[in-house]
């Protein structure tokens, strides 16, 4: 059943309840007004001459045609007709042979003390009212009374007007639902595009609960839409990082395997090997661990708006830690890995992991770029307020023209393409991404005498990314 059906068939069934009740309350009312009405009149008639009739001739009372006793013809004289009065004396006793016994229920009533009795014949055509006289002698004591009673509660002239109210109730509902409903039905369709790839907002006109519902609903829709398009990019990174790791990995794994399987040959041949012979394999799974790190950093980065954590960052304890974690390859490769750092400790707020993987590029590519002999410096300078943060090798460098494209994804310059062939690009890349989310500024600088310095730098006007 429609909305609206139903709100008018729920308002005409009340209306006719509360009409039916009404109509009993007001046939109650009116009953008890007309007894005591009649009852008054009754007394009125007995002192205005009407005492002196009836004693005077208790046997035949009343006989005149105004006063039509039980036993007197009714106008037009067809049909018999109850009579309307009778006198009874103090016992409720009748002088008068037509007079019919009385009643049980009144008497009882006014054996109770009640100057006034009154009950309804049991279909409620007939009411009997017994009225005790001011005097409390003598054969017109009490007079008794029969009227027409009242209608019936679920009579003609009782239904009827109720009925036709709920009627007018039922139309005027109908009419006046139909603004209510039609934007019910607005608010609904709004709601099924929800599944769809509709973007549609949700919005209802107007001011009331409806449209605190659709603005609801719209709020609901905008978090769902949120927390999905989160999830997507969620997923997406999920499937680059696996997608990134299934093939990247694959390569400098090979170059391992092919080492240390070159290596089992020499040593199954009788070959002595010194330490220098499982350099080449310790630099491959280095680096094989450096670029998990750097897919999972990726994977990270592109997941994420801004930065997840603004937890302050010790700068001199995370150099101190990067380098000393590249200083065993460094020795190995007969790298001097120096560092310098302030007496005062440099802090900055920051995601404490990002940074260190930065850092830690750079430090990798530094010490994996350069020959025996080489050197590679971390130099820290300045204070919380204002520092750089410079990474020094005297390598090969990098060429100008590829500088404005090396901090792009799986871009690579020629000296790390010639050197290192199956290079991934994944490092300075993320260094650029991440100083950017720290607002920190990224340089490629010469170095003096032959290099390259990689420069952070935070002058205070910076700030980090949302």
């Given at each position: ?348 707020r920051g995601d404490l992991t990002l940074l260190e993987q930065a850092l830690g590029n750079l430090v990798q590519n530094a010490v ?99």
């Amino acid at each position: 059943m429609k909305l609206r059906t139903r709100l008018a068939l729920t308002l005409g069934a009340a209306t006719v309840v509360l009409l039916v009740v009404m109509g009993w309350a007001q046939s109650r009312w009116h009953s008890r007004v007309r007894v005591e009405a009649l009852a008054e009149a009754a007394i009125h008639r007995m002192d205005s001459g009407g005492r002196e009739r009836c004693e005077a001739n208790p046997e035949q009372w009343p006989g005149r045609r105004g006063e039509r006793g039980f036993g007197a013809p009714p106008p037009g004289g067809h049909r018999f007709r109850p009579p309307r009065f009778a006198a009874y004396d103090q016992n409720l006793r009748s002088r008068n042979p037509d007079s019919p016994p009385f009643p049980a229920e009144l008497a009882r009533q006014l054996e109770a003390g009640d100057e006034v009795a009154a009950s309804r014949s049991t279909d409620s055509r007939r009411a009997e009212i017994a009225v005790r006289m001011p005097w409390n002698e003598g054969p017109c004591a009490v007079v008794l009374m029969r009227t027409k009673g009242p209608p019936h509660l679920f009579s003609g002239p009782v239904l009827m007007p109720a009925l036709l109210v709920a009627l007018v109730v039922i139309l005027v509902a109908l009419f006046s639902a139909g603004p209510i409903v039609r934007r019910v039905r607005q608010l609904t369709e709004s709601v099924r595009k929800l599944g769809g790839d509709s973007e549609e907002p949700i919005h209802v006109d107007g001011n009331d609960e409806i449209a605190e519902l659709g603005a609801a609903f719209e709020q609901t829709r905008q978090t769902i839409a949120a927390q999905l398009a989160s999830l997507r990019d969620r997923e997406a990174a999920l499937r680059n990082y696996i997608a990134n790791s299934t093939h990247d990995v694959m390569l400098p794994l090979s170059v391992l395997q092919g080492h240390l399987v070159s290596l089992q040959q020499r040593i199954e041949g009788g070959e002595q090997l010194d330490a220098k012979a499982i350099v080449p394999s310790l630099e491959e799974s280095q680096y094989l661990g450096s670029l998990l790190h750097n897919l999972n950093a990726a994977a990270r980065l592109e997941a994420m708006q801004g930065l997840e954590h603004h937890d302050p960052v010790d700068l001199n304890r995370l150099v101190e830690r990067v380098a000393d974690r590249h200083r065993p390859i460094a020795n190995r490769k007969r790298i001097a890995l120096e560092v310098g750092l302030p007496e005062q400790m440099v802090e900055v707020r920051g995601d404490l992991t990002l940074l260190e993987q930065a850092l830690g590029n750079l430090v990798q590519n530094a010490v994996r770029y350069r020959d025996a002999g080489g050197h590679v410096a971390v130099v820290l300078q300045g204070t919380s307020s204002s520092w750089t943060l410079d990474v020094i090798d005297d390598g090969p460098g990098i060429d100008e023209a590829d500088r404005s494209r090396v901090l792009e994804r799986a871009f690579r310059g020629s000296e790390a393409r010639t050197r290192h062939p199956h290079g991934m690009g994944l490092g300075l890349h993320i260094v650029s991404d991440v100083a950017k989310r720290h607002g920190l500024g990224l340089e490629l600088l010469d170095t003096e005498g032959g290099g390259l310095t990689v420069r952070l730098r935070h002058a205070g006007q910076h700030t980090v990314g949302p």
